[in-house]
């Protein structure tokens, strides 16, 4: 999740101004305000990630009585988007536990947080309390039915640094679509996530990203996603994947954007940039995971 958190982050528009504004420097930002202000917006959007991400950066003892008035109602406005988020972390980490590794750091930071949000909001805990029970069911459903899973195991992997590079979040960023595509293709196998290079069978997932500069209203240059490449690359496949992989499989993707955006001086990404940046990355991501589903589809 981290890692989904952060190519968001890293893939938004991002630029510098060839003119700075003259003056004094404006005082610095009280931290802070802008966590609450963040956490708030992503709270509106329904997107359980990115609320968690801002609201751990807050000061403990003040933040959920502060933060409830605000996002308890636009938590529950987006309620639905909230709860399908939520089962699909504890499925996966389910599915983690099972495969030995310990991810249930996500999860237990997304139920502190709404813990703690509920003990503020008494509408929200109506709805959070049947949720974690819930939650705690589907996370022990799907350690079991990965640990019964006896089907033979192709791993799909790729490099996730701890400082990923703009090609490694491409790639992490379409990953779960290709999974999906994979299993869809040939049930008979088990498509086992890895983020690092793996021996044995095998397919790793490489992926190359497009940037295209701008100019805001403003004067200032951005850089923006504007498509990219996937390959699938195999590794000692059995049959029969290995014909079926004889080549590399390859998808593409091309995205146009604004080729002038409103922006404001001194605020980087601006509001306009970073809702044009999230429409590429979506874009992106929808062509270049369609363009998978055809390959595979003609193998």
């Not at 609450?36 to 329904?46: F, I, P």
């Amino acid at each position: 999740m981290k890692i989904r958190i952060a190519l968001v982050l890293l893939a938004l528009a991002a630029g510098c101004s060839k003119d700075e504004p003259k003056g004094p420097p404006p005082p610095p930002p009280d931290p802070n305000a802008k966590n609450y202000s963040s956490l708030y917006d992503r709270a509106r959007d329904g997107d359980l990630g990115m609320m968690e991400l801002y609201y751990s950066e807050l000061p403990v003892a003040e933040r959920a009585k502060t933060a409830a008035p605000q996002v308890a109602p636009a938590v529950i406005a987006k309620w639905d988007k909230i709860v399908d988020e939520a089962k699909r972390i504890a499925r996966e980490t389910g599915t983690d536990r099972a495969r030995g590794k310990d991810n249930r750091l996500g999860l237990a930071d997304d139920i502190k947080m709404l813990d703690e949000l509920s003990a503020q909001a008494p509408e929200l805990a109506a709805k959070w309390a049947p949720l974690k029970t819930e939650l705690a069911s589907l996370e022990q459903t799907a350690y079991t039915d990965e640990h019964d899973d006896k089907r033979p195991r192709v791993t799909l992997w790729t490099l996730a640094t701890d400082r990923p590079s703009p090609n490694e979040l491409l790639a992490i960023d379409v990953f779960e679509c290709v999974q999906g595509a994979l299993e869809k293709k040939w049930p008979a196998f088990k498509f086992v996530d890895e983020y690092h290079r793996v021996d044995g069978p095998s397919l790793e997932l490489v992926a190359l990203s497009r940037e295209d500069e701008y100019r805001s209203t403003t004067g200032e240059t951005m850089k923006m996603t504007a498509g990219g490449a996937i390959a699938l690359r195999p590794h000692e496949l059995a049959a029969p994947l290995d014909k079926a992989f004889a080549k590399d499989l390859v998808a593409q993707a091309s995205v146009a954007n604004p080729q002038e955006i409103k922006s404001d001086l001194n605020v980087r990404p601006t509001m306009e940039a970073s809702k044009a940046g999230l429409h590429a990355i979506d874009a992106t991501r929808g062509q270049l995971c369609a363009g998978v589903e055809k390959e595979l589809a003609a193998r």
